[in-house]
């Protein structure tokens, strides 16, 4: 743990999530709303700018606290034993009030855009994320498989002794662009239940300029897919590298099979085949 009190961790989250969030929203807002210099700039151009935003939060909290400036690696890990549980509150705390704080001033930023774009699902892509095709099963399925990527990435950076300390921060922007490139395309990769739900609970609050609704519905998927691929990853990792096995791992496999059953039943309900 950090030689620094809760309280200060506490800030750290706070800093590094809304520079995370600021950032992040920032670039989805200049690609997305109209009449902005980077109007249609496209996929790549988000994928490099949110990997980018997670090395310069993790830069800003770094020195403060761990730097998780996420729920879900901050629940996998202590559910890894990594992590403290008594600190959990703390981080996670810090990083929803990081999130509210960025999404509320990357709507101020792009204050006079919101009332020149009609599109009322871009304004919410500002915000959180969405399916490109709504298929439950598959999209947290695909939450699962990214956060796993993530967070199994990240344990792997800390155990190489040939990364510098002072790089990680940039592998692992590195590693979230590449998961944008290769695994986002389908859910728009959340991969952390604070960067999407704290800004959408933001964007139902704010007085956005006609805004629509914000996706209730499908909010739960980037919230459990996050925590479930989070917990086994780091549960994982622990059971292959230093061969503990957690009851962690099985409570969250069949978590996620329980999980996927019921979202396979959504599906059908809905006629999403």
Do not use: C
């Amino acid at each position: 743990m950090m030689d620094t009190s809760i309280g200060l961790q506490f800030l750290g989250e706070i800093l590094g999530t809304f520079i995370l969030i600021l950032f992040g929203g920032g670039v989805v807002a200049g690609v997305v709303l109209d009449k902005t210099k980077a109007t249609g700039a496209g996929w790549v151009v988000i994928t490099i700018a949110w990997g980018l935003a997670v090395a310069m939060g993790a830069y800003v909290s770094g020195y403060l606290s761990l730097a998780h400036l996420n729920p879900a690696l901050t629940i996998g890990l202590a559910a890894a034993g990594n992590f403290p549980w008594a600190d959990v509150p703390a981080y996670v705390g810090g990083q929803f009030i990081g999130a509210f704080l960025g999404a509320t001033v990357v709507w101020l930023h792009y204050y006079p855009h919101w009332k020149a774009t009609k599109d009322q699902g871009a304004k919410l892509g500002v915000f959180a994320t969405g399916p490109a095709i709504r298929h439950y099963t598959s999209n947290v399925f695909g939450e699962v498989v990214g956060t796993f990527a993530l967070v199994f990435g990240i344990l792997s950076f800390g155990a190489n002794v040939n990364i510098g300390a002072g790089y990680n921060p940039l592998i692992v922007g590195a590693l979230i662009v590449v998961i944008g490139m290769s695994l986002g395309g389908t859910t728009g990769y959340a991969l952390n239940p604070a960067r999407d739900l704290g800004p959408r609970i933001m964007h139902a609050l704010l007085p956005i300029s006609g805004k629509g609704g914000s996706d209730w519905a499908y909010a739960w998927v980037p919230v459990i897919g996050p925590l479930l691929g989070a917990t086994i990853a780091a549960t994982a990792y622990k059971a292959i590298i230093n061969h503990e096995v957690s009851a962690w791992l099985f409570v969250s496999i069949i978590v996620l099979v329980i999980v996927e059953f019921i979202a396979m039943s959504a599906d059908k309900k809905a006629g999403n085949n």
